[in-house]
């Protein structure tokens, strides 16, 4: 009996540890931590930063366009084809 509490606690604290990673990692937290791991040089910490911009942009671009490509109610632009 013992030996299953401890069965059901081991898998409890791993779904909890598992649910504490993805959250910290959708907030950014982890990301940010391994980025303070180390010093980063200014040119370095540009470079991120802008390909950060950049990649926010595209993402919210692309984002757009696909909820545009996927409505369903539109008309059809070949009308008789």
């Not at 409890?12 to 990673?21: A, G, P, R, T, V």
Request: charged share 30%; net charge positive.
């Amino acid at each position: 009996m013992i030996f299953h509490v401890y069965r059901y606690c081991s898998c409890y604290m791993l779904f909890l540890s598992l649910f504490l990673c993805r959250v910290l990692s959708t907030d950014g937290i982890i990301e940010s931590v391994k980025r303070r791991r180390y010093y980063e040089k200014p040119c370095r910490k540009r470079e991120r930063k802008s390909y950060e911009n950049c990649k926010r942009i595209y993402n919210t671009e692309m984002a757009r366009k696909i909820s545009f490509v996927s409505k369903t109610q539109r008309q059809d632009p070949w009308l008789g084809c």
